[in-house]
């Protein structure tokens, strides 16, 4: 089945600096490469995705990039904020008869004020 | 639009005991998938249902059950709980499963003591 790896398992940035979290897929198959935001006591929030057919994707300061022949994808922050400090996901799915998500191990992110 | 809803969202059961939990998804939203989150092994598929079928399912054991009704909203049910049950249990809606958004609700945090 599909495995997804994901680095660092922690992260510490200063405030107004970027952040980089990457991932690694091993199934050719998956098509689709959600993030998601979880704090603490909610749920995993998705703040962006990103299909196999496009290389980029932005939206304001975040941004995710995927490279298909490596199989990795990477979560971009820029200008980071204290709300930001959250711990996130990286998750790799696919179509037809394999309807899940499967989840990297997650981030702890915290932005130095 | 209202999000996913997950009911009850905290509970403590006794080992041996069987427990029901509840999850209502966004509104048109026919794909519900079920995760278990723990510290040690992260966010696991458990199951996913697609108008009130079952069409894929995680390495769990028989003792996790899940349904679907007509009206999207759906259950999933743990019998003879283990200590090892313990564990955040999250609710993913999405339209149509596969490569679609999947938004999660807050989650029920089952305690098994």
């Known amino acids: 089945g599909e495995n997804v790896e994901q680095h660092p398992s922690t992260l510490s940035v200063q405030e107004g600096d970027s952040a980089v979290i990457k991932c690694t897929y091993s199934?050719?198959?998956?098509?689709?490469f959600p993030w998601y935001k979880q704090e603490l006591g909610k749920g995993p929030q998705l703040i962006i995705d990103?299909?196999?057919?496009?290389g980029e994707k932005k939206d304001q300061r975040i941004a995710v990039t995927l490279n298909k022949t490596a199989k990795h994808f990477s979560l971009h922050i820029t200008e980071t904020q204290p709300e930001d400090s959250a711990v996130y996901f990286c998750?790799?799915?696919?179509?037809?008869?394999?309807?899940?998500?499967?989840f990297g191990t997650g981030t702890r992110l915290t932005i130095i004020p | 639009k209202a999000g996913v809803t997950q009911t009850p969202r905290y509970l403590i059961k006794t080992r041996g005991q069987q427990v029901t939990l509840s999850c209502s998804p966004i509104?048109?939203?026919?794909?519900v998938s079920w995760y278990q989150q723990t510290p040690g092994q992260g966010l696991q598929f458990l199951f996913e249902?697609?108008?009130?079928?079952?069409?894929n399912k995680g390495n769990f054991p028989g003792r996790f059950s899940g349904r679907q009704f007509s009206n999207s909203r759906s259950e999933m049910n743990v019998s003879t709980l283990e200590l090892g049950d313990s564990a955040l249990y999250l609710c993913?809606?999405?339209?149509?499963?596969?490569?679609?958004?999947?938004?999660f609700g807050q989650g029920t945090r089952l305690t098994v003591v």
């Open positions: 993913a809606s999405s339209q149509r499963g596969g490569n679609t958004e999947a938004f």
């Open positions: 199934d050719s198959a998956s098509n689709y």
């Open positions: 990103i299909r196999s057919n496009v």
């Open positions: 998750a790799a799915s696919m179509n037809f008869g394999n309807e899940k998500l499967t």
């Open positions: 509104s048109g939203h026919r794909s």
């Open positions: 249902y697609f108008s009130e079928t079952q069409r």
